[in-house]
């Protein structure tokens, strides 16, 4: 093994069971393509294309040319009162992308941190237009927006919020989740049942009074919670209830834009506009942390209507618009244009789905669900012990079937590669069918 104990010990790793990690450690050393490197020797296949990040694969090389220049160029440029050319390049590209009425981007270093700013864009956009009694936020159970206060006070994943109940944002409320097995159960694509759960938006309204919100966020697919695709609707009714209340709606697309559905932005797939998308992890294809936040132009405009001199907007990061970051998002962009990315996982949908359904009669397993190039396969838990099976089929996976898996709890993810090949989509289907047929 490559890392020490004490090295081993050193570090706490996040959302992780550390203990039980560290008396068999899977350490990676090194990636290319579709592949990572292990530390004793071996190439393990990435089913979840990093952590829904590296959609054109590991180092790819447009990425990391793009990266080495500009680190001995401009390693560092200080983004306050200053700019440098490569953040300008990266916004006019992502807002070139995008729906048309957006128009501006924030720079971030993370999903979270571009939750936590659209919130604090939503807040300061209704002051700014005098409608300072605008403060309540709306999430939605089993969403999920980070782990920073705003993000963790809006998500609905609850064991990221037992631990920090009282600490949670004041004045947030959440929709129900979208998830009904009674109704859909191992539905392909996108639920014919549930548009009707978005009324509980309307509820909301009701009960404070629409004119008291401030957002509404939601994730157009909740990733991270195990896939729930919206149903037919839901998505359009969110939107006919923001729009009549004045509240703004937030898409959450860090894990749904750049392709992972199909287009750029998932807001372009469902045709449903919001007033602010997040995003980070495909921005730069995984390579640099980064994150942004688009807004309409009517919220840019809101804010610049003081002295030209003074600050607009009194929040950023150290970090934000890092140039290194920035250039590995060009690069990025610019590889997904020149290979027809989008194109590419719009065309491996079908197949995804084939193979993804071919656990629906599993015996351990309850629901399958997906929408592009988004899956889950979740299997019953062992009686007294969540987690257990899952957690099986990931150590298995990776020792003995040299395949690298992502599972929360006991449903396994997918994010394959966004330029997969359909044969290697069909390979990691059929190793983890093996292990599964191989546990109680
Ligand atoms: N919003 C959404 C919709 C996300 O999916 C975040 C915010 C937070 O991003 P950062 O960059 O701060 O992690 C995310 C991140 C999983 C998994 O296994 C999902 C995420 C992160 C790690 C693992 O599904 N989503
Ligand atoms: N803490 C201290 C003491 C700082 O000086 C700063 C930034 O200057 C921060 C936190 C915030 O760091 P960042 O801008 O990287 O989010």
């Known amino acids: 093994m490559t890392v020490s104990a004490a090295a081993l010990e050193a570090y706490w790793m996040p959302f992780t069971a550390n203990r039980d990690y560290k008396k068999k450690p899977r350490v990676i050393v090194g990636a290319k393509g579709h592949y990572y490197h ?11 294309s990093g952590l829904w990040t590296s959609g054109i694969g590991h180092c790819h090389p447009k990425i990391v040319e793009a990266v080495q220049k500009q680190v001995a160029t401009l390693d560092y440029s200080l983004g306050f009162q200053a700019g440098h050319d490569r953040v300008f390049e990266l916004a006019e590209k992502v807002v070139a992308l995008a729906p048309e009425p957006f128009t501006q981007i924030f720079f971030t270093n993370s999903g979270s941190e571009s939750v936590d700013t659209a919130l604090k864009i939503a807040l300061a956009y209704h002051r700014a237009r005098g409608e300072g009694h605008r403060t309540r936020l709306i999430g939605r159970e089993r969403g999920y927006h980070g782990v920073n206060f705003g993000g963790m006070s809006v998500g ?3 064991p990221n919020r037992k631990a920090f109940g009282s600490s949670l944002l004041p004045g947030v409320d959440h929709m129900r989740h979208t998830w009904d097995l009674e109704h859909n159960c191992k539905v392909r694509g996108l639920p014919a049942w ?3 759960l978005a009324d509980d938006l309307e509820r909301l309204c009701a009960l404070h009074d629409g004119g008291n919100i401030a957002a509404v966020i939601v994730d157009p697919v909740a990733g991270s919670t195990g896939v729930l695709p919206p149903p037919v609707g839901y998505l359009e009714k969110l939107r006919e209830t923001c729009d009549r209340h004045g509240i703004l ?11 992972r559905i199909g287009t750029a932005f998932g807001a372009q797939r469902f045709g449903v506009n919001p007033d602010i998308i997040t995003m980070a992890k495909g921005l730069t294809n995984g390579v640099i942390p980064m994150g942004g936040v688009m807004v309409q132009e009517k919220i840019y405009q809101a804010f610049m209507q003081g002295p030209e ?3 607009e907007l009194f929040h950023g990061y150290t970090y934000s618009g890092h140039p290194v970051a920035a250039a590995a998002g060009v690069a990025a962009l610019n590889a997904y244009e020149e290979e027809g990315t989008f194109e590419q996982s719009r065309s491996l949908e079908a197949h995804f789905e084939e193979v993804l359904h071919s656990f629906d009669n599993h015996p351990l397993v309850k629901d399958v669900r997906n929408f592009g190039l988004m899956g889950s396969v979740e299997m019953e838990s062992r009686p007294g012990a969540p987690g257990a099976r899952g957690m099986e089929v990931h150590k298995k996976c990776f ?15 997918f994010s394959p590669f ?4 359909p044969d290697d989509m069909t390979m990691t289907m059929e190793k983890i069918r093996k292990v599964m047929d191989g546990l109680d």
């Open 38 to 48: 292990t530390d004793d020797g071996r190439k393990v296949y990435d089913s979840f």
């Open 156 to 158: 609905g994943m609850s």
């Open 194 to 196: 549930g548009a009707h």
């Open 249 to 259: 709606l937030i898409f959450d697309e860090v894990i749904t834009a750049f392709g």
């Open 309 to 311: 001199s003074a600050v």
């Open 399 to 413: 020792w003995e079937e040299d395949l690298v898996l992502r599972n929360g709890m006991d449903a396994i993810q």
């Open 418 to 421: 966004l330029n997969s090949k």
